[in-house]
């Protein structure tokens, strides 16, 4: 059974780090464009990050480039997201998915979400 499940957030103070990983299981992670989203309450879902297969290619959302790092451990079949100088407006549920494509938002699988909170 395919499925992606986040762990790692949590309540963090402004300025302070948290980080989110992202495990795979029923496919090999190693074949998808892995991606980083997140969802606020009554915003729309925003990309964070996205990461290319081989793990060398990387981009971010100018809202947390400097700031927020992907990486991937595709032998270990796991997503990372570390968070770096956390913001009030960083607040959101994160998301992972694997995508077969750079562009655009659809993507094969999606996990269930790790809420992140930090306090001003």
């Known amino acids: 059974q395919v499925h992606l499940v986040e762990v790692g957030g949590g309540l963090v103070q402004a300025g302070g780090s948290m980080s989110l990983s992202c495990s795979a299981a029923?496919?090999?992670?190693?074949?998808?464009?892995m991606k980083w989203y997140r969802q606020a309450p009554g915003q729309e879902r925003e990309l964070v990050a996205r990461?290319?297969?081989?793990?060398?290619?990387?981009d971010y959302a100018d809202s947390v480039r400097g700031r927020f790092t992907i990486s991937r451990d595709n032998p270990k079949n796991t997503l990372y997201l570390h968070m770096n100088n956390l913001k009030p407006e960083d607040t959101a549920v994160y998301y992972c998915?694997?995508?077969?494509?750079?562009?655009?938002?659809?993507?094969?699988?999606y996990g269930q979400g790790t809420q992140v909170t930090v306090s001003s």
């Open positions: 998915a694997a995508a077969r494509s750079w562009i655009g938002n659809l993507s094969d699988y």
């Open positions: 029923g496919f090999s992670m190693s074949q998808y464009i």
């Open positions: 990461i290319r297969e081989l793990g060398i290619v990387t």
